[in-house]
């Protein structure tokens, strides 16, 4: 299975201000997926960033607040902009195999204050 | 209604004892079923995956699926304390084929 690497591990934010957040892939890969994970709460699916195209939002997640970038098949970027305590999370990034089963990245563990 | 429903928690079972952890689904397209396991601050892990009706079993785990009646579960036995986790379902939905996670159940391994 693919190995991600993501970074930050974690962050303390002021709000107002953005963060961006990085997934490389050590296999080319079409589409990368970000999910964020309250406290205690399961995980939601934000975007799927496929190469060459605009992002995928979900329900109740905008560009202009999670503007995704994915320049390549192995990297993606998101940044969670004008942050507010409410963004407190953690960010994964995934990437799914080949039998359709998601690898996680490490995770980005984001405190807004 | 949820598109993923988990039996709720938190599952506390002895060590060496039998944990059973319970799925249900609404797409009934779904063809691929996907168990992870998530320990405490890390991201969550494939597990197990099952594709077709009936058991598949790997090592302890063994996971379950009933297409009919839209129930995967996952079968724990001999849990060891270090089978304490949350463990989350997700489909593999027919809609852009993105997987919709469960809740989770938190499982607990009492020595």
């Known amino acids: 299975s693919a190995v991600i690497s993501q970074k930050p591990s974690r962050d303390i934010c002021q709000r107002g201000t953005s963060l961006t957040i990085q997934c490389q892939v050590d296999?080319?890969?079409?589409?990368m997926f970000w999910y964020r994970q309250q406290p205690g709460q399961s995980l939601t699916l934000i975007a799927t960033?496929?190469?060459?195209?605009?992002?995928?939002?979900e329900s109740g997640f905008v560009i202009d607040k999670f503007p995704i970038s994915r320049p390549n098949l192995t990297f993606s970027t998101l940044t969670v902009s004008n942050m507010s305590p409410e963004d407190s999370s953690i960010y994964l990034c995934?990437?799914?195999?080949?039998?359709?089963?998601?690898?996680f990245g490490s995770g980005t563990r984001l405190t807004v204050v | 209604q949820k598109e993923v429903e988990q039996n709720s928690g938190p599952l506390s079972v002895p060590e060496g004892a039998i944990a059973s952890l319970n799925c249900t689904y609404s797409?009934?397209?779904?063809?691929?079923f996907f168990w992870y396991r998530q320990y405490s601050g890390k991201s969550p892990e494939l597990i197990m995956s099952?594709?077709?009706?009936g058991d598949k079993e790997d090592g302890r785990f063994t996971a379950q699926l009933n297409k009919a009646s839209q129930y995967v579960s996952l079968l724990i036995r001999d849990s060891q304390p270090s089978d304490s986790a949350t463990y989350l379902c997700?489909?593999?939905?027919?809609?852009?084929?993105?997987?919709?996670f469960g809740d989770g159940t938190t499982l607990t391994v009492k020595p």
């Open positions: 997700a489909p593999r939905n027919t809609n852009a084929g993105k997987s919709t």
């Open positions: 296999s080319q890969v079409t589409m």
């Open positions: 797409d009934r397209g779904s063809q691929s």
């Open positions: 960033a496929n190469q060459g195209s605009e992002a995928t939002y």
């Open positions: 099952i594709y077709s009706n």
């Open positions: 995934s990437v799914q195999g080949e039998d359709y089963g998601y690898t």
